[in-house]
C-alpha cells in the first residue's frame, strides 16, 4: 500500500496508537536468505483488521494488512525497509510474505532485465500505441531468447548473435536457415 490514501495508511500505522490498546499480530513470519555478499531478513506480521480502518465502510472487502520488513546488510552497512499492504484474505503473514516475495521475483526477473539488457528506461516513444507496441515486442524477444537451449550463455549475448548471426536468429525464431544461393 502506498501513501496514496493517507486514512487508510494512518489506520495501520497508528494502529499501536488507538485508545483500544495496541493491535497484536494475528500471525507472524520471519525467514532469511543469504547470496551476493549480502544477508537478508524478511519480516512479516499480519493483522486482522477487526474495526480499526479509518472510513471503514469503504474498505469493507479489507481483512487484513500485513507489515514486511525488509534488513539487509551488505558488508557493514544495514539498511530497513517497512512496506505496508492490505489484503481481502485472512491474516496470514506466511502466505503474505510467499506471496510478496513472489511478485519481487517477478518484478526482478522481468523488469531488471528488461531495463538492463533491453535500456526499456530509455525508451522514449510516447505518441499513440508505440511504448506499448515496443513494450511487448522487447517482452516477446525476452521470452525467446529466454526459452532458447542450444547455447549456455548470457541474454546480452544471444541478442548480440541474434543480431549478427542469421542462423542462429533462425534457430530462435524456429526456423531452418538456408544459403541464399540455394535454389528453392
Known amino acids: 500500500m502506498k501513501d496514496n490514501h493517507p486514512n487508510l495508511h494512518d489506520s495501520?500505522?497508528?494502529?499501536?496508537?488507538?485508545?483500544?490498546?495496541?493491535?497484536?499480530?494475528?500471525?507472524?513470519?520471519?525467514?532469511?536468505?543469504?547470496?551476493?555478499?549480502?544477508?537478508?531478513?524478511?519480516?512479516?506480521?499480519?493483522?486482522?483488521t477487526g474495526d480499526r480502518l479509518h472510513n471503514g465502510a469503504a474498505w469493507k472487502d479489507v481483512a487484513g494488512f500485513a507489515v514486511v520488513e525488509r534488513i539487509r546488510t551488505v558488508g557493514d552497512r544495514t539498511s530497513t525497509e517497512r512496506v505496508c499492504y492490505i489484503s481481502s484474505l485472512p491474516a496470514?503473514?506466511?502466505?503474505?510474505?510467499?506471496?510478496?516475495?513472489s511478485h519481487w521475483e517477478?518484478?526482478?526477473?522481468?523488469?531488471?532485465?528488461?531495463?538492463?539488457?533491453?535500456?526499456?528506461?530509455?525508451a522514449r516513444a510516447r505518441s499513440g500505441h508505440v511504448a506499448h507496441n515496443l513494450a511487448l515486442v522487447r517482452h516477446m524477444a525476452l521470452n525467446v531468447i529466454r526459452l532458447d537451449t542450444s547455447i549456455k550463455t548470457s541474454i546480452?549475448?544471444?541478442?548480440?548473435?541474434?543480431?549478427?548471426s542469421d542462423e542462429f536468429r533462425a534457430a530462435l525464431l524456429g526456423f531452418?536457415?538456408?544459403d541464399e544461393d540455394d535454389d528453392d
Open 106 to 122: 517477478v518484478e526482478n526477473r522481468l523488469h531488471w532485465c528488461l531495463d538492463v539488457q533491453f535500456g526499456d528506461d530509455y
Open 176 to 178: 531452418e536457415a538456408h
Open 12 to 48: 495501520i500505522i497508528f494502529a499501536n496508537l488507538d485508545p483500544r490498546g495496541p493491535l497484536t499480530p494475528t500471525s507472524t513470519h520471519e525467514s532469511t536468505s543469504t547470496g551476493h555478499d549480502r544477508i537478508e531478513l524478511h519480516r512479516c506480521r499480519a493483522y486482522d
Open 92 to 101: 496470514d503473514a506466511e502466505r503474505i510474505a510467499q506471496a510478496v516475495r
Open 156 to 164: 546480452k549475448t544471444k541478442r548480440l548473435l541474434a543480431a549478427t
